[in-house]
């Protein structure tokens, strides 16, 4: 099977800096995108950014252009997402994802997820 592992988050002051990271590992396999979901608590998953298997395309939620930086190092297993200039509104649960599509906004496009991570942008 398929397991996804974020680790990064926690409790950050409005205007801080935080780097998430996803790693993949199991049975997965081709070229996969990748991408990282929000949810806060009483609202749907969220869509925050996603990147290719190649990392020659990114895309990002208008809320969070600008600030949000989404990269996969040499190792296509792992991906990263920099929070920068974080605001309390970005206060939730981030998820990894993986997909083979190309519906990146869609979160039933995606074939496995993690855990989550909680961040939490303090005021």
């Known amino acids: 099977q398929v397991q996804l592992v974020e680790s990064g988050g926690g409790l950050v002051q409005a205007g801080g800096s935080l780097r998430l990271s996803c790693a993949a590992s199991g049975s997965i396999a081709g070229s996969y995108s990748m991408c990282w979901f929000r949810q806060a608590p009483g609202k749907e998953r969220e869509f925050v950014a996603a990147i290719t298997w190649s990392g020659g395309a990114t895309y990002y939620a208008e809320s969070v252009k600008g600030r949000f930086f989404i990269y996969r190092s040499n190792n296509v297993n792992t991906v990263f997402l920099q929070m920068n200039r974080l605001k309390p509104g970005d206060t939730a649960v981030y998820y990894c994802?993986?997909?083979?599509?190309?519906?990146?906004?869609?979160?039933?496009?995606?074939?496995?997820w993690g855990q989550g991570t909680q961040i939490t942008v303090a005021s």
């Open positions: 994802g993986t997909t083979y599509g190309s519906r990146y906004f869609d979160t039933q496009t995606y074939d496995y």
